[in-house]
């Protein structure tokens, strides 16, 4: 499995479309990790960037964020990665938290979402 957190130094970014890189993490079939790289992030906004695609062609399953709006949960949704919402922390103990079953989605996200600056209002 492959599971990629949104990231800015080593912790979780509170918003998706706006991360400096993903930490992606590889796991084996004991759900250990053994693995981790840094894939850099596309510039603008994530629900309206490729990096869906770019994920799932790098073979990530899960996604592990702080915060993002509904057309980016829909984006990631529509290309086979589970999204968790309300992550927070370091990304490691995060994911390792995760492979333990002690993660579960929010269910909250960014409720008012501008795409006309970098402005992002996110009620959580």
Do not use: W
Not at 3 to 15: E, L, S
Not at 76 to 84: E, M, S
Not at 90 to 117: N, P
């Amino acid at each position: 499995m492959k599971i990629a957190v949104p990231t800015r130094g080593n912790k979780v970014d509170d918003h998706f479309g706006h991360c400096e890189a993903y930490t992606v993490f590889s796991t084996d079939e004991n759900r250990t990790i053994i693995s981790s790289e840094i894939l850099p992030s596309p510039q603008g906004c994530g629900c309206k960037s490729n990096i869906a695609s770019v994920l799932k062609k790098q073979g990530i399953t899960v996604m592990l964020a702080g915060n993002m709006g509904g057309g980016a949960l829909n984006v990631l949704t529509r290309h086979g990665i589970d999204v968790y919402r309300g992550c927070s922390g370091d990304v490691r103990e995060l994911t390792e938290s995760f492979l333990e079953g002690k993660i579960g989605d929010s269910g909250v996200g960014c409720s008012h979402h501008e795409h006309d600056g970098t402005e992002h209002q996110c009620s959580h």
